[in-house]
């Protein structure tokens, strides 16, 4: 007879521990969710950082290359 309390009693202590395990999931599962959110929108913004850094250098190259070119040409003038 004495066991079937303590039966009793385990089992809502089991459910009770389940039910603590889920909310904790459920928290990790949200948790999670945020910092994908947050890393792709990272990603995202080191990614356009990088496209305007990548246009920048272009624009750079093409100024240096004209530069170049006007130096030449201005130098040709007064040889």
Same mark, same amino acid.
């Given at each position: 007879l004495s066991l @079937?309390? !303590?039966n009793l009693t385990d089992s809502k *202590? =089991?459910? $009770? =521990?389940?039910m603590r395990l889920q909310d904790e999931m459920e928290s990790l599962r949200r *948790? #999670? %969710?945020r910092m994908g @959110? !947050? #890393? %792709?929108? &990272?990603l995202t913004d080191i990614w356009e950082e990088l496209k305007s850094e990548k246009e920048? /250098?272009? #624009? #750079? %190259? @093409?100024?240096? &290359? !004209? $530069? +170049? /070119?006007e *130096?030449? +040409?201005l130098g040709s003038i007064h040889a």
């Amino acid at each position: 007879l004495s066991l @079937v309390p !303590q039966n009793l009693t385990d089992s809502k *202590s =089991d459910r $009770g =521990d389940i039910m603590r395990l889920q909310d904790e999931m459920e928290s990790l599962r949200r *948790s #999670l %969710e945020r910092m994908g @959110v !947050q #890393l %792709e929108r &990272k990603l995202t913004d080191i990614w356009e950082e990088l496209k305007s850094e990548k246009e920048k /250098r272009r #624009l #750079l %190259e @093409v100024q240096m &290359k !004209q $530069g +170049t /070119r006007e *130096s030449r +040409t201005l130098g040709s003038i007064h040889a």
